[in-house]
């Protein structure tokens, strides 16, 4: 698993997330991302169109960000899914929570 | 084997001395992944997970040098398989370590990770019932779901409103509110994890 964290120019933020987002990765990811569910700015978006696989615990760190930007008050959103990992969001019932 | 459960509760309270003693008491792969942690709190976190493997190996009489293999849903294991199964996690609050000689899950969460939407999705309607704008019975809920899946290192295949309802016969949990706003659940073969306790520990206890 590989992730980016950019800010645009109008202050949001945008997390790229790639590769797997398994049990190990996600306590990686987890660390890592915290500090923009503290401070997301003026929004956030996940762009996920190369990550190809995603753990429960990997979920947990969607809900961890989820939970930033509603605390803030600022959009969230995810882009760039791909099919396999569409049905685990439909699956989970995550793709309403993320309005999918 | 003895299984066990080994907690170090808030590892933001790690000094940086300790921290750096901890760091360069871990095997060399683990050393890289701690160095790679973005924040103060996740270098914490990580090095605390693994100083409490070694503390639960010690306990056995092993040493925590051997190769570590992933499965599917990347859950971690000793590549000897004549080495005990473990688990790890961490919440803010607490980092978290199960052993035992079977599969074994281990989750940990805090009460602040509540969040209704994702409440009124992943949890059946009696589940709901119960743990609606309650964090502390959400934390406990999403911990035994968590646990479950990592104890079969399977992944998600299912929905996890019903996830509990389909759990395997064999398996069991137990489950435990910390000294600060978290809950832990541990999911193993029923039989041995029986009647394990936490074991909590300190900095000092945990670092050569």
Known sequence: ?????EKRPDGSNLLTISGRLDTLSAAELEK?????AEEPGPGLEIAIPELSYISSSGLRCFVLLFNGCKRAGVPLTVTGMQ????????LTGFSKVFGL | MTPGLYLLEAPW??????????????????RLKAQAQLTPLGKRQSVSA???????LRRLGLVDDGEIVTGIAGKPAFADSSMPCFSLSHCRHAVACAVAATPVG????????????????????????????NPRKFAELWTLKESLLKQTGEGLTENLRE???H???NLEFLTFHGNAPYALSICGIGGDISGLTPVFLSADELID
Request: charged share 30%; glycine share 6%.
């Open chain 1, 1 to 5: 698993m590989n992730y980016k964290i």
């Open chain 1, 32 to 36: 890592g991302v915290r500090p923009l």
């Open chain 1, 83 to 90: 099919p396999s990992i569409r049905e685990i969001f439909d």
């Open chain 2, 13 to 30: 309270r790690l000094t940086d001395a300790e921290l750096q003693k901890g760091m360069a008491q871990l095997p060399g792969h683990r």
């Open chain 2, 50 to 56: 693994w100083l409490l493997l070694r503390y639960a």
């Open chain 2, 106 to 133: 281990v989750d940990v969460e805090d009460y602040e990770s509540y969040c209704q939407e994702v409440a009124r999705e992943v949890l059946s309607d009696t589940e709901l019932a119960s743990a609606e704008g």
């Open chain 2, 163 to 165: 996830l509990l309802r």
């Open chain 2, 167 to 169: 759990k395997p016969e």
